[in-house]
């Protein structure tokens, strides 16, 4: 059992950047590979990057790749999701969620999801 919870979210403008922070319980985090999702309203949920449980390989969606970086620490149990050059259409409630697949990007894949955060940029 894994529990997940997001904080970081906030407001910010186009152009800045903001760090999600995912922290787990439990003793098993360094197994599951970890991923972030974002909801935009009216919208699927869709993948945004996903990290190894090792941390060693990562992979990202089109759309942020090159602007967000994930990253993990074993640990202290928390990934990370740096976000750079946000823009409006980054705009959703963003959920971290683990998964002993890796890469998986579709939501079934992930047994374990967090309560989420909202990041809104303001154009």
């Known amino acids: 059992q894994v529990q997940l919870v997001e904080s970081g979210g906030g407001l910010v403008q186009a152009g800045g950047s903001l760090r999600l922070s995912c922290a787990a319980s439990?003793?098993?985090?360094?197994?599951?590979?970890m991923g972030w999702f974002r909801q935009a309203p009216g919208k699927e949920r869709e993948f945004v990057a996903a990290?190894?449980?090792?941390?060693?390989?990562?992979y990202y969606a089109d759309s942020v790749k090159g602007r967000f970086t994930i990253s993990r620490n074993n640990p202290e149990n928390t990934v990370y999701l740096q976000m750079n050059s946000l823009k409006p259409e980054d705009t959703a409630v963003y959920y971290c969620a683990a998964t002993r697949v890796f890469v998986a990007t579709s939501t079934p894949s992930y047994n374990y999801w967090g309560q989420g955060t909202q990041v809104t940029v303001s154009s």
């Open positions: 439990g003793r098993t985090f360094s197994s599951y590979a």
């Open positions: 990290i190894s449980a090792s941390g060693g390989r990562t």
